[in-house]
């Protein structure tokens, strides 16, 4: 249907959570140029992992995807640098979860700016240990970053999976675990990298 058979105030509420996404996205996305820009300066090079990454290459516009948070991985080496930088951003790290449980976990305890409320997940593991894939070789994170492709986010460029490995990711990160909320999501991104870039893949 189009928006002129829509009544007044669908058509508003339509328009108001288009409006909310696009400033929600926008402060999202200047949170990620920061934090690129943070981490090339220390040294370390962060891979922009899932919502992130497939707003910016496959929605037909990135507020389209909506994201929880911002999910980087670096390797286990650059770790703490990159968390050094992020608390000298403002970020500070916080969790109900018990520390000890982040000990053999995929990334650190999350971090959340205040001001910018957006949260952060530093990832030195690609895959959770309840993957079947978590010690598989194959997907460690040596075998993964040597399958990058640039992307521009603002006035910067950050590494990202290319398509063959994010399809990939996509799928062993949905077989994993459904989520009640946003379980959609992932077949998205899915499809809609097969539809842009399907005839690019092995």
């Not at 770790?79 to 403002?90: D, P, S």
């Not at 690609?126 to 970053?145: G, I, L, T």
């Not at 989520?179 to 499809?191: C, K, Q, V």
Request: proline share 7%.
């Amino acid at each position: 249907a189009s928006s002129a058979s829509l009544s007044v105030p669908v058509r508003q509420s339509i328009q108001a959570a288009d409006l909310t996404a696009r400033v929600v996205t926008g402060a999202t996305f200047d949170a990620v140029e920061a934090i690129v820009d943070a981490a090339q300066a220390a040294g370390c090079r962060p891979i922009l992992l899932k919502g992130g990454a497939t707003a910016l290459r496959y929605y037909p516009e990135p507020h389209q995807r909506t994201m929880g948070d911002i999910d980087v991985l670096v390797s286990p080496d650059e770790l703490r640098a990159l968390e050094a930088e992020l608390r000298r951003l403002g970020f500070a790290q916080t969790s109900d979860i018990p520390e000890s449980r982040y000990a053999l976990h995929h990334h650190s305890k999350p971090f959340f700016h205040p001001g910018r409320s957006v949260w952060v997940e530093v990832h030195s593991r690609p895959f959770p240990p309840r993957s079947p894939v978590w010690q598989d070789p194959r997907y460690s994170f040596d075998a993964m970053s040597s399958h990058l492709a640039p992307l521009v986010v603002g006035d910067c460029s950050v590494d990202v999976l290319d398509h063959h490995w994010q399809l990939i990711y996509v799928a062993i990160r949905w077989a994993e675990m459904l989520h009640a909320e946003r379980g959609a999501f992932p077949l998205l991104d899915a499809a809609l990298l097969i539809r842009l870039h399907g005839h690019e893949l092995d």
